[in-house]
């Protein structure tokens, strides 16, 4: 008997759990099973000295891993089993850049009358997008535009000659939803619009727009498709305070398998030449259940296939469209600004609706100009692409961004002069000359360089002694990063786009993925400017000053322990 610790009924039943985890074996290799049977095995023994051969037995590193890993459970039952959705990759991560077809190569004729791009005239424009980085090519609606109550330009009521109208007025005796515009061409030249568009890295999103104008072929071979008035005309659609009097919504209520049936078809059609990706046009407005079955039926068909809500409602309407099937949704990020509303609304993104909701972010779109970007102009339009493309692993721009488009339609938070109504030629060349299409090229180089960028969840905000600044890191660790390293971006906004701010940027390094005990007050890590290629060694606590005109508006640094 020795003067050790009383260990006999603690290792008896130590032994009892080593026989039945040898008996189970749970997958170990059989040598470390055999190494816990061997430490357990200690007979008749009511004292144990501390020193007895068994102890080195539990301790070593094999041991204690397995028991960690794969411990006994008791009073357990399984659960029910539920089925799992994998997305591909897209369904989180892009770069997308939208465009009208119709308005690359259009023109004014010797006549004076204007002419309509073409899908071919698109195609021999898409080498400048790929250019830039962008993955993803959206194209607005492309099927025929009715006449009847036509927009004309600016949204009025009345077009004049030659006005080509909107279109998402779909439908005339040209087709519909499963046609292409005559102006614009033929599926053959769509398909290969399409292959150029796979040939230079990029996939093709279609607008799915659910709405008909009255010269739509639906509307005089379903008019139960829609909802007639007392005096007899069809309703127009509304999206207060919008009113669209040259479409007509329809109406699910009367014969919703019907409807199903001829979306379906027209769904098909559009996967059948190529489109990968759906930008559904207000999704909200049509019944939850369609959308659900719909988007089912076709994951099992083609699980490639995504669909992009474009839904400006309430919350938790945008997150139920993500519960339903919708892979990614735009949001509110257009009309975030301050820094106190960037850094709420990234938390509610990234940490509470990120099961549910897959952001996009557009600074600008067709359909929205806000006052921040006509007030702020080219340094606007240049802040607004560095937070898109690092806050959110999906970002887009509308064609026309480079050239800073940013007049608005007098009472509208829109363009004036809207494509949506016109023919739209523009001249890049002169946009290289405010720096935005370089930036755009910079930082989608950056995304691809960078998995942090890639991601949602991981988000860490420094602090900053100007208000006006907003520091953010994003990382990826190495066991989860493609590239078997330690992935951190760190990115520095001035988000005042009328003048310089300079201020302090306090670094929480443990965010970085550098030690607690890290001697913050000397040089520690190495940053890399991804839009310059300047360097610099920082510590946790940083100076910096940025200058739109000066042409720096952010700083986008890879991240480096010295």
Not at 28 to 33: M, V
């Amino acid at each position: 008997m020795t003067d050790g610790p009383v260990f006999g009924a603690g290792l008896w039943n130590f032994a009892t759990y080593v026989d039945r985890y040898a008996t189970d074996g749970y997958g170990e290799p059989r040598s470390t099973i055999e190494q816990i049977d061997l430490a357990g095995r200690v007979d008749d023994i009511a004292y144990v000295d501390i020193n007895f051969p068994w102890t080195p037995g539990v301790t070593t590193d094999d041991v204690k891993a397995a028991l960690e890993r794969l411990p006994l459970r008791d009073h357990v039952s399984p659960s029910a089993e539920y089925p799992l959705q994998v997305d591909r990759e897209r369904a989180l991560i892009g770069s997308w850049y939208e465009i009208f077809p119709r308005s690359l190569g259009s023109g004014v004729s010797e006549d004076g009358t204007w002419h309509s791009g073409t899908l071919r005239s698109a195609t021999e424009r898409l080498d400048r997008i790929a250019a830039m980085g962008f993955d993803v090519l959206y194209l607005t609606p492309i099927s025929p535009i009715g006449l009847t109550n036509r927009k004309g330009r600016n949204n009025t009521l009345t077009a004049r000659p030659g006005d080509p109208g909107s279109p998402y007025g779909i439908g005339s005796p040209d087709g519909g939803h499963d046609a292409i515009h005559p102006d614009l061409g033929t599926f053959e030249d769509f398909d290969a619009l399409v292959a150029r568009s796979r040939e230079l890295g990029m996939e093709v999103a279609l607008d799915l727009a659910l709405q008909c104008s009255p010269d739509h072929p639906w509307v005089t071979e379903h008019p139960e498709w829609f909802t007639v008035l007392a005096d007899g005309s069809i309703a127009y659609a509304e999206n207060p305070p919008k009113k669209y009097q040259d479409i007509y919504p329809l109406n699910f209520d009367n014969d919703p398998e019907g409807i199903y049936q001829a979306i379906l078809e027209v769904v098909h059609t559009w996967i059948e030449h190529g489109v990968t990706i759906f930008r559904v046009d207000n999704p909200h407005t049509k019944p939850l259940a369609f959308w659900q079955r719909l988007i089912a039926e076709i994951h099992a068909e083609s699980p490639d296939v995504l669909f992009l809500a474009e839904a400006f409602t309430r919350p938790a309407m945008m997150r139920t469209l993500g519960m339903i099937g919708f892979h990614q949704s735009y949001t509110y990020f257009a009309w975030r600004n301050t820094k106190d509303e960037l850094i709420e609304y990234m938390m509610e993104l990234s940490k509470d609706t990120a099961h549910l909701l897959r952001p996009a972010f557009w600074p600008t779109t067709h359909d929205i100009l806000t006052p921040f970007m006509t007030n702020g102009k080219v340094p606007a339009f240049k802040l607004r692409a560095v937070l898109a493309a690092t806050l959110s692993p999906t970002w887009g721009i509308y064609s026309g961004y480079e050239l800073a488009e940013s007049t608005p339609r007098p009472g509208y938070e829109e363009q004036i002069d809207n494509e949506k109504y016109e023919y739209k030629p523009r001249d890049f060349a002169t946009a290289r000359r405010n720096g935005i299409e370089d930036l755009l090229t910079r930082l989608n180089a950056a995304r691809s360089s960078h998995p942090a960028l890639r991601q949602l969840r991981d988000i860490y905000f420094h602090p900053t002694s100007d208000d006006q600044i907003i520091a953010y890191s994003k990382r990826v660790d190495a066991f989860h990063s493609p590239t078997g390293k330690d992935d951190v971006v760190l990115t520095v906004v001035n988000l005042d786009p009328h003048g310089a701010r300079a201020g302090e940027v306090y670094l929480n390094l443990e965010a970085l993925g550098l030690p607690g005990w890290v001697d913050a007050s000397r040089p520690v890590v190495k940053v890399t400017d991804e839009l310059t290629g300047d360097t610099y060694d920082w510590s946790g606590q940083n100076y910096v000053r940025l200058d739109p005109f000066a042409g720096q508006v952010a700083h986008v640094f890879s991240v480096e322990p010295l």
